[in-house]
């Protein structure tokens, strides 16, 4: 399947397709500790960033869905992303067969509700174009994650352990009522 990547516009917000001249931006976001903090608390290497980068354009290709990149109106780079992968993660048929969302905003992006509008947009964007059951994993600490995955209707799977650290694993059955 190809697909052309969609913009979404929000008040504040541009959800775009990730350009070639991103990349550095991206790997920047990915080498910061307060991005990472509560993914695994690892940050990457360029190498990692680049396959990263990669995978997400070979998921809009593949899948017909994927990751944005998250700009701020007026904002010369991007903020982060926001969207949907495939992981296969090994964590089992009911969270693995789905198509799993994500959201990372720079430190300067948090705390100014732009997850919860990017993750919105995003969501009504599936909702409308692919449809059915999502899921996602976050650190049980991360409340702020965790506020945005309920927000979206995300209810709790099971709590679990990904590459050493804790996970709470949630499903979305289709939008909130």
């Not at 982060?80 to 992006?109: N, S």
């Not at 994650?145 to 352990?161: F, H, K, P, Q, T």
């Amino acid at each position: 399947m190809s697909r052309t990547i969609p913009t979404i516009n929000t008040s504040r917000l541009t959800l775009r397709g990730m350009r070639p001249e991103d990349f550095n931006r991206f790997a920047e976001i990915w080498a910061m500790p307060e991005v990472v903090e509560h993914i695994n608390g690892d940050v990457w290497p360029r190498s990692k960033a680049w396959d990263a980068f990669l995978r997400n354009a070979g998921h809009w290709q593949i899948t017909g869905f994927g990751q944005w990149a998250v700009q701020r109106h007026g904002a010369p780079d991007m903020s982060g992303q926001v969207g949907f992968f495939y992981a296969k993660r090994d964590l089992g048929a009911d969270f693995d067969d789905f198509p799993e969302a994500g959201w990372v905003l720079t430190p300067d992006a948090h705390g100014q509700g732009l997850g919860m509008e990017a993750a919105r947009a995003a969501h009504d964007w599936f909702d409308r174009v692919v449809t059915g059951r999502l899921v996602c994993m976050i650190a049980p600490e991360h409340k702020a994650s965790l506020r945005i995955a309920e927000a979206m209707g995300y209810e709790v799977m099971r709590d679990a352990e990904f590459a050493g650290s804790a996970a709470r694993l949630m499903a979305r059955k289709g939008p909130p009522q």
